[in-house]
């Protein structure tokens, strides 16, 4: 493996908005297979569940943001912020979803969920992160692929 250096790109630096709306839906499919394999009494199991759900909702925002010019490296500088005024306005998101996103990000849930299994009980509901899943995707989805 050789080392990164500034002569390297970074991962990524050259995908296209597109290209991470299909990453977003490879973590959207796996996400929606692990949900049906978790166990309702063992809130850990929904972890890998949970953070490849939240990974596609951040990969879709970052396709739009790609979509609309932003840097890749403004974009890694983001920090798991899934809550930008900018992906209200122009995806039309619910409002639920708006204040979803915002809590996602507030609460530090894509951490909780690799990181700190004695704070599983801080997730927000399934049903509400299946929600914002699906409305970002379509969304996001539509957005990158019409100029």
Do not use: W
Request: charged share 20%.
């Amino acid at each position: 493996m050789e080392p990164v250096s500034s002569t390297n790109s970074y991962p990524g630096e050259n995908a296209s908005a597109f290209a991470i709306v299909q990453l977003g839906n490879a973590y959207y499919n796996a996400a929606m297979e692990l949900f049906k394999h978790a166990s309702a009494p063992d809130p850990l199991s929904f972890a890998p569940a949970r953070l490849c759900a939240i990974h596609a909702i951040e990969l879709y925002l970052n396709a739009v943001l790609r979509h609309e010019g932003v840097a890749p490296s403004q974009i890694r500088g983001r920090m798991h912020n899934l809550a930008d005024p900018t992906f209200f306005t122009r995806l039309k998101l619910r409002k639920k979803t708006a204040d979803h996103l915002q809590a996602l990000t507030e609460r530090r849930e894509y951490l909780i969920a690799r990181y700190a299994p004695e704070q599983a009980s801080q997730h927000t509901e399934l049903n509400r992160l299946t929600a914002t899943l699906v409305e970002v995707m379509m969304k996001a989805g539509h957005y990158v692929s019409n100029p």
